[in-house]
């Protein structure tokens, strides 16, 4: 799971026009360590991976983006 998943990350990194700042890794799957682990070893080259779980993933993303833009 952790394979396929980096390989659709890999691949939607690759289309964007600019360098990717973060990858953003949400949801209640976060919780899993070895899921988590896995993933995070295969995609660090893409960039920056922050890990934010929970059950909520929308409310997640809106909050992390909010903060983003607040820091620039």
């Known amino acids: 799971m952790?394979?396929?998943v980096a390989k659709s990350i890999g691949s939607?990194?690759?289309t964007f026009p600019e360098k990717?700042?973060?990858?953003?890794?949400?949801?209640a799957m976060a919780n899993s360590k070895f899921l988590v682990?896995?993933?995070v070893s295969?995609?660090?080259k893409i960039g920056n991976v922050?890990?934010?779980p929970?059950?909520?993933d929308l409310d997640a993303l809106a909050?992390?983006?909010?903060?983003?833009l607040k820091v620039r």
């Open 2 to 4: 952790a394979y396929q």
């Open 12 to 14: 939607m990194c690759m």
């Open 20 to 27: 990717v700042d973060a990858v953003l890794i949400t949801g």
């Open 37 to 39: 682990d896995s993933l």
């Open 42 to 44: 295969r995609i660090t």
């Open 50 to 52: 922050h890990i934010y």
């Open 54 to 56: 929970g059950d909520d």
């Open 63 to 68: 909050w992390n983006g909010m903060m983003m």
